[in-house]
Protein backbone atom coordinates (compact mmCIF):
# COMPACT_ATOMS: atom_id res chain seq x y z
CA UNK A 1 0.00 0.00 0.00
CA UNK A 2 1.39 3.44 -0.66
CA UNK A 3 0.39 7.07 0.51
CA UNK A 4 -2.49 7.16 3.78
CA UNK A 5 -4.84 4.76 4.36
CA UNK A 6 -7.45 4.55 6.67
CA UNK A 7 -9.93 1.76 8.33
CA UNK A 8 -12.70 1.39 8.33
CA UNK A 9 -14.00 3.67 5.04
CA UNK A 10 -17.99 3.84 6.99
CA UNK A 11 -18.99 3.09 10.20
CA UNK A 12 -22.32 3.06 12.09
CA UNK A 13 -22.29 3.33 16.11
CA UNK A 14 -24.86 3.77 18.76
CA UNK A 15 -24.28 6.19 21.63
CA UNK A 16 -23.33 3.67 24.03
CA UNK A 17 -20.61 1.67 21.79
CA UNK A 18 -17.07 2.02 21.28
CA UNK A 19 -14.79 1.91 17.89
CA UNK A 20 -11.61 2.67 17.12
CA UNK A 21 -10.31 4.47 13.94
CA UNK A 22 -7.32 3.37 12.18
CA UNK A 23 -4.61 5.41 10.20
CA UNK A 24 -1.16 4.46 8.62
CA UNK A 25 0.82 6.26 6.43
CA UNK A 26 3.78 4.78 4.18
CA UNK A 27 5.29 7.79 3.45
CA UNK A 28 8.27 8.04 5.79
CA UNK A 29 6.89 11.03 7.67
CA UNK A 30 7.10 11.78 11.34
CA UNK A 31 3.75 13.63 12.15
CA UNK A 32 0.44 12.72 12.29
CA UNK A 33 -2.99 14.44 12.30
CA UNK A 34 -6.68 13.65 13.05
CA UNK A 35 -8.99 16.27 11.33
CA UNK A 36 -12.93 16.59 11.84
CA UNK A 37 -15.37 17.95 9.16
CA UNK A 38 -18.72 18.12 9.30
CA UNK A 39 -21.14 19.37 7.04
CA UNK A 40 -20.79 22.58 5.61
CA UNK A 41 -17.81 23.30 8.12
CA UNK A 42 -14.37 23.89 7.36
CA UNK A 43 -11.94 20.93 8.54
CA UNK A 44 -11.29 21.14 11.42
CA UNK A 45 -7.90 19.78 13.35
CA UNK A 46 -8.40 17.61 16.13
CA UNK A 47 -5.10 15.91 17.40
CA UNK A 48 -1.10 15.91 16.37
CA UNK A 49 1.44 13.75 16.97
CA UNK A 50 5.34 14.43 16.43
CA UNK A 51 7.37 11.53 16.78
CA UNK A 52 4.66 9.24 18.87
CA UNK A 53 4.21 12.89 20.91
CA UNK A 54 1.17 14.72 20.98
CA UNK A 55 1.68 18.25 20.32
CA UNK A 56 -2.01 19.36 19.81
CA UNK A 57 -5.09 18.84 21.22
CA UNK A 58 -7.69 21.54 19.43
CA UNK A 59 -9.98 21.17 23.12
CA UNK A 60 -11.30 17.91 21.97
CA UNK A 61 -14.22 16.64 24.04
CA UNK A 62 -12.46 13.52 25.81
CA UNK A 63 -14.96 10.81 24.28
CA UNK A 64 -12.14 11.30 21.67
CA UNK A 65 -9.20 9.31 22.69
CA UNK A 66 -6.51 9.47 20.50
CA UNK A 67 -3.42 6.90 20.15
CA UNK A 68 -0.02 6.85 18.42
CA UNK A 69 2.22 3.87 18.95
CA UNK A 70 4.43 4.70 16.21
CA UNK A 71 5.28 7.10 13.38
CA UNK A 72 3.51 5.05 10.99
CA UNK A 73 0.38 4.40 13.26
CA UNK A 74 -2.60 6.72 14.52
CA UNK A 75 -6.07 5.46 16.29
CA UNK A 76 -8.88 7.30 16.91
CA UNK A 77 -10.85 5.66 19.98
CA UNK A 78 -14.02 6.44 20.21
CA UNK A 79 -16.62 6.32 23.19
CA UNK A 80 -20.28 7.41 24.49
CA UNK A 81 -20.45 9.28 21.42
CA UNK A 82 -23.39 11.98 20.50
CA UNK A 83 -25.12 12.50 16.95
CA UNK A 84 -23.39 15.81 16.94
CA UNK A 85 -20.28 13.91 16.07
CA UNK A 86 -21.05 12.45 12.78
CA UNK A 87 -18.74 13.53 10.37
CA UNK A 88 -16.18 12.80 8.06
CA UNK A 89 -12.60 12.04 9.95
CA UNK A 90 -9.23 12.73 8.21
CA UNK A 91 -6.12 11.14 9.13
CA UNK A 92 -3.09 13.28 7.54
CA UNK A 93 0.49 12.91 7.56
CA UNK A 94 3.41 15.42 7.00
CA UNK A 95 6.83 15.86 7.73
CA UNK A 96 7.81 17.39 10.76
CA UNK A 97 7.68 22.00 10.52
CA UNK A 98 11.19 23.08 9.72
CA UNK A 99 11.78 20.40 7.80
CA UNK A 100 12.08 21.37 3.89
CA UNK A 101 8.44 20.72 2.08
CA UNK A 102 6.36 20.40 5.14
CA UNK A 103 3.44 19.57 2.92
CA UNK A 104 0.66 17.15 4.43
CA UNK A 105 -0.67 14.41 2.80
CA UNK A 106 -4.63 12.85 3.52
CA UNK A 107 -6.07 9.23 3.86
CA UNK A 108 -9.39 8.41 1.90
CA UNK A 109 -11.17 9.82 5.82
CA UNK A 110 -13.81 7.59 7.68
CA UNK A 111 -17.33 8.88 7.15
CA UNK A 112 -18.99 8.05 11.02
CA UNK A 113 -22.74 7.99 11.75
CA UNK A 114 -23.89 8.30 15.10
CA UNK A 115 -27.01 6.61 15.58
CA UNK B 1 -5.83 33.47 14.79
CA UNK B 2 -4.99 33.62 11.06
CA UNK B 3 -8.23 33.87 9.12
CA UNK B 4 -8.80 32.05 5.21
CA UNK B 5 -11.21 33.53 3.19
CA UNK B 6 -11.96 31.91 -0.54
CA UNK B 7 -14.09 33.07 -2.89
CA UNK B 8 -16.33 32.42 -4.69
CA UNK B 9 -18.31 29.83 -2.56
CA UNK B 10 -19.95 28.13 -5.54
CA UNK B 11 -19.07 27.89 -9.08
CA UNK B 12 -20.55 26.37 -11.85
CA UNK B 13 -19.23 26.32 -15.36
CA UNK B 14 -19.75 24.89 -18.44
CA UNK B 15 -17.16 22.04 -19.77
CA UNK B 16 -14.36 23.40 -21.61
CA UNK B 17 -14.96 26.62 -19.69
CA UNK B 18 -11.72 28.04 -17.54
CA UNK B 19 -12.27 29.69 -13.56
CA UNK B 20 -10.20 31.28 -11.07
CA UNK B 21 -10.34 30.42 -7.48
CA UNK B 22 -9.06 32.68 -5.10
CA UNK B 23 -7.54 32.29 -1.09
CA UNK B 24 -7.07 35.10 1.27
CA UNK B 25 -5.09 35.22 4.60
CA UNK B 26 -4.80 37.58 6.75
CA UNK B 27 -1.12 37.15 7.98
CA UNK B 28 1.81 35.56 6.91
CA UNK B 29 2.28 32.28 6.02
CA UNK B 30 5.27 29.58 6.01
CA UNK B 31 3.53 27.47 4.00
CA UNK B 32 -0.41 26.80 1.46
CA UNK B 33 -1.78 24.09 0.22
CA UNK B 34 -4.09 23.82 -2.27
CA UNK B 35 -6.53 20.34 -2.34
CA UNK B 36 -9.05 19.17 -4.55
CA UNK B 37 -12.16 17.01 -2.36
CA UNK B 38 -13.46 14.59 -4.98
CA UNK B 39 -17.30 13.43 -4.41
CA UNK B 40 -15.79 10.73 -2.36
CA UNK B 41 -14.27 12.22 0.39
CA UNK B 42 -10.54 11.66 -0.80
CA UNK B 43 -8.63 15.28 -0.30
CA UNK B 44 -6.16 15.75 -3.24
CA UNK B 45 -3.02 17.67 -3.50
CA UNK B 46 -2.83 19.83 -5.90
CA UNK B 47 0.27 22.51 -5.01
CA UNK B 48 2.03 22.98 -2.35
CA UNK B 49 2.69 26.43 -3.27
CA UNK B 50 3.96 29.35 0.02
CA UNK B 51 4.74 31.52 -2.85
CA UNK B 52 5.47 31.57 -6.54
CA UNK B 53 3.77 30.40 -9.31
CA UNK B 54 3.31 26.72 -10.30
CA UNK B 55 1.65 24.52 -13.30
CA UNK B 56 0.37 21.42 -13.39
CA UNK B 57 -1.38 20.34 -16.69
CA UNK B 58 -4.84 22.21 -16.72
CA UNK B 59 -3.93 23.64 -13.43
CA UNK B 60 -1.77 26.23 -12.37
CA UNK B 61 -1.54 28.54 -8.88
CA UNK B 62 0.16 31.31 -7.63
CA UNK B 63 1.08 32.79 -4.39
CA UNK B 64 1.66 36.36 -4.15
CA UNK B 65 2.58 36.41 0.05
CA UNK B 66 3.09 39.87 0.27
CA UNK B 67 -0.08 40.63 -0.65
CA UNK B 68 -1.52 37.84 1.29
CA UNK B 69 -3.12 35.46 -1.84
CA UNK B 70 -3.05 32.83 -3.97
CA UNK B 71 -4.83 32.04 -6.99
CA UNK B 72 -5.54 28.70 -8.72
CA UNK B 73 -6.94 28.72 -12.13
CA UNK B 74 -8.62 25.83 -13.83
CA UNK B 75 -8.65 25.82 -17.66
CA UNK B 76 -10.68 23.76 -20.31
CA UNK B 77 -12.50 22.44 -17.43
CA UNK B 78 -13.47 18.75 -17.27
CA UNK B 79 -16.58 17.17 -15.03
CA UNK B 80 -14.07 15.35 -13.36
CA UNK B 81 -12.99 18.73 -11.80
CA UNK B 82 -16.45 19.18 -10.13
CA UNK B 83 -15.71 19.18 -6.11
CA UNK B 84 -14.61 21.32 -3.70
CA UNK B 85 -11.38 23.45 -3.85
CA UNK B 86 -9.44 23.81 -0.33
CA UNK B 87 -6.95 26.47 0.95
CA UNK B 88 -4.98 25.76 3.88
CA UNK B 89 -2.09 27.93 5.57
CA UNK B 90 -0.19 27.09 8.12
CA UNK B 91 1.85 29.97 9.85
CA UNK B 92 4.08 27.67 12.08
CA UNK B 93 4.56 24.88 14.08
CA UNK B 94 1.71 22.17 13.55
CA UNK B 95 -1.64 24.20 13.05
CA UNK B 96 -2.97 24.03 9.28
CA UNK B 97 -5.94 26.25 9.03
CA UNK B 98 -8.53 25.80 6.52
CA UNK B 99 -10.81 27.51 3.97
CA UNK B 100 -14.53 26.95 3.37
CA UNK B 101 -13.73 25.75 0.43
CA UNK B 102 -14.91 26.83 -3.41
CA UNK B 103 -17.51 24.12 -4.52
CA UNK B 104 -17.40 23.63 -8.34
CA UNK B 105 -20.00 22.01 -10.40
CA UNK B 106 -18.80 21.73 -14.44
CA UNK B 107 -21.82 20.65 -16.29
CA UNK B 108 -21.66 18.47 -19.42
Known amino acids: ETGVTQTPRHLVMGMTNKKSLKCEQHLGHNAMYWYKQSAKKPLELMFV???????ENNSVPSRFSPECPNSSHLFLHLHTLQPEDSALYLCASSRSPGQDYYEQYFGPGTRLTVT | GIQVEQSPPDLILQEGANSTLRCNFS?????LQWFHQNPWGQLINLFY???GTKQNGRLSATTVATERYSLLYISSSQTTDSGVYFCAVNTGGFKTIFGAGTRLFVKA
Open chain 1, 49 to 55: YNFKEQT
Open chain 2, 27 to 31: DSVNN
Open chain 2, 49 to 51: IPS
